[in-house]
């Protein structure tokens, strides 16, 4: 496929942030560290998906980013409380 | 196009490597919501939407639940290491 | 229409997820890492499935707008995919929670220490009998398969 | 030396796979079953969604299979892992924002699930990942305060009377002389909601028994002593 300008923009600032972030989960000296950017990266990619939506110029592929932005928001709360359980 | 493919595979092995390397459960968890993560956007780049959205639905959803519930149940939810200390030296790396 | 770049992108991807599985479950140490392993080679499994059905200029199995495109995707492959990877988290779910229960028999899931300890247990088993017992497949080895497993084992 | 055989093993399976993947050109592949069902596909059952009337029209047995193997893993964890004893500790309730998003969450959850299952033969989705969403939504309250108590049995209700449901559609069509689980009705105008005949009820009932083994198997696991 072909992309705009604007588009290709907009891809270039994805697979950064997506690159970016995956870092910090190799890095991160601590587990909450990559919990943390394990979250950030699940908004990133609901963000990619609704960018390749976009891109692939097709409006079915926006469901896929909802179902991702509902679910990955239930599956970090629940690390979060298994990492919180010691403490309570 | 091709680009953003190459660097969601290589996300995705560096984070499947991860998740057998690192030492933290929680963190191996996270590694593996990740390796879903890539995935699922891997399958939309893929034309498969319905399997994108299964993978997005088990593997960043149900999964982690499933995998942190029992990471709570096991008592091995720490945030320094493993919960033996004779594991967490030499166990724990695959 | 073949473009090997890609091909190689796509299998490379799916098989170094495969191998990178089947590797952690051979080698790996403790049971919760061999469990993860286990979803990550069902992951690469999941996606050469998906790869040996790719057309790589066609459009999603789905008909939008009323019109039938001409190219689309197989999507056979992709329902098998469905299948399985629901499945496989039902496995899962099943797998961890025998863990679960293997850490209240040994308190441990390190996979030496467990073998170390079913073969204490075997011992102790055929040690109060002092002949082959009848039940289970622990009464049919002979009785010093305990000192096989330790000598045999991790230890080295 | 385990090491090693392990490794020669890895690199064998590597090897293995890699002749396959080479043999194989991308997109090369003679889809005779495939195109069949593409081309058969959209007049034949009347879904949009062509894996969703593979999954349900053409394999719906398989399906069968499926929630069946789901069933009885479900099942089987709930056995492994026990009752837990009542006077046993429980965690603390989570704080304020986690158990107000959760009041919010819950509606949301469930109307996109909903959402999903419904537009299964439209839309990607479909009774698999609408019935995650659904054991989700069930199981955010019970993630914000862990003393809520499950309702297994109407659970089970549920479950079973959504078991039943598929396969009495399925066996509908036998009594009509046509074959097991094939699609009834009219097929309706492709791309309408109400449309596919009976796949979307086959769908719906796919989602709910999903829904509610996943929500017991998320409370069973969730509600049980922490051991020490």
Redesign the interface.
């Known amino acids: 496929m072909t992309l705009t300008v604007l588009e290709q923009i907009s891809a270039i600032l994805v697979g950064l942030a997506l690159l970016l972030g995956f870092i910090r989960l190799l890095l991160g000296p601590t587990a909450p560290d990559r919990v943390v950017s394990a979250d950030t990266l699940s908004v990133i990619v609901t963000a990619a998906l609704v960018a390749v939506g976009a891109w692939l110029g097709n409006a079915l592929y926006l469901d896929v980013a909802l179902v991702y932005g509902a679910l990955a928001f239930v599956g970090i709360v629940a690390v979060a409380r298994a990492i919180e359980g010691g403490h309570s | 196009m091709i680009w953003l493919l190459g660097l969601l595979i290589g996300m995705m092995l560096a984070a499947a490597i991860a998740v057998l390397v690192l030492e933290n459960h929680i963190a191996a968890v996270a590694a593996t919501s990740i390796v879903s993560l890539a995935l699922s956007v891997v399958f939309v780049l893929l034309r498969a939407p319905d399997v994108a959205m299964t993978e997005a639905a088990v593997g960043a959803g149900l999964s982690s639940l499933i995998l942190a519930l029992s990471l709570r149940r096991l008592g091995l939810w720490q945030i320094e290491g493993d919960k033996h200390p004779e594991i967490a030296k030499e166990g724990v790396d695959a | 229409m073949s473009d090997p770049e890609l091909h190689w992108l796509l299998y490379g991807g799916a098989i170094g997820l495969i191998v990178i599985g089947a590797a952690g479950i051979v080698m790996g140490k403790h049971l919760f890492r061999i469990i993860l392993a286990l979803a990550i080679a069902e992951a690469g499994a999941n996606l050469m499935l998906v790869v040996a059905g790719l057309r790589p200029d066609a459009v999603a199995p789905i008909i939008t707008g009323g019109m039938i495109p001409e190219q689309m995707v197989d999507p056979v492959p992709q329902a098998m995919v469905l299948t399985a990877i629901v499945i496989g988290v039902g496995i899962q779910a099943l797998v961890l929670s025998l863990a679960i229960r293997v850490y209240k028999a040994y308190g441990t899931l390190d996979m030496r220490e467990i073998r170390l300890k079913m073969a204490a247990d075997i011992d102790a088993e055929a040690g109060v009998d002092d002949e082959v017992s009848q039940e289970g497949p622990a009464g049919e080895r002979p009785l010093e398969l305990p000192d096989a497993v330790t000598s045999g084992g991790p230890g080295q | ?3 090693l055989t ?2 020669l ?2 690199a064998g ?2 090897f293995f ?2 002749v396959i ?1 080479a043999r ?6 003679p ?1 005779l ?3 069949a ?2 081309q058969e ?2 007049a034949e059952t009347g879904a ?5 009337s ?2 349900l029209g053409y ?1 719906g047995i ?2 069968l299979g ?1 929630i069946a ?2 069933f009885t ?2 099942l ?2 709930g056995l ?2 026990g009752r837990r004893r009542p006077e046993a500790s429980r ?2 309730d ?1 704080g304020a924002v ?1 158990q107000i998003s959760a009041q919010l ?1 819950f509606p ?2 469930l109307v ?1 699930g909903f959402y ?1 299952i419904l ?1 299964g033969h439209l ?4 009774g ?2 609408g019935g ?2 659904l ?2 939504a069930f ?2 309250p019970l ?1 914000a305060r862990p003393g809520t108590s499950v309702n297994h049995t109407g659970l089970s209700l549920v479950e079973g009377l959504a078991g039943a449901g598929f396969i009495l559609i399925g066996l509908l069509a036998l009594f009509q002389g046509k074959a097991f689980l094939q699609p009834l009705l009219d097929k309706g105008t ?2 309408m909601l109400v449309s596919a005949g009976t796949l979307p009820l086959l769908y719906l009932a796919v989602g709910l028994k ?1 829904g509610a083994e ?1 929500a017991g ?2 409370a069973n ?2 509600d ?1 002593e ?3």
């Open positions: 030396m385990r090491n392990s490794l093993f890895a399976l590597a796979l890699l993947a194989f050109d991308l997109g090369a592949a889809m079953v495939g195109d069902i593409l596909a959209p949009a969604n062509i894996v969703t593979v999954v394999r398989d399906t499926e193997i789901l893993a479900s089987a964890a492994v892992l965690d603390a989570s986690l969450l949301l959850l996109v999903i537009h839309t990607p989705g479909g698999f990942q995650v969403i054991a989700a199981f955010v993630l492709l791309g999903v996943l198997l998320l696991l969730a049980s922490v051991d020490p």
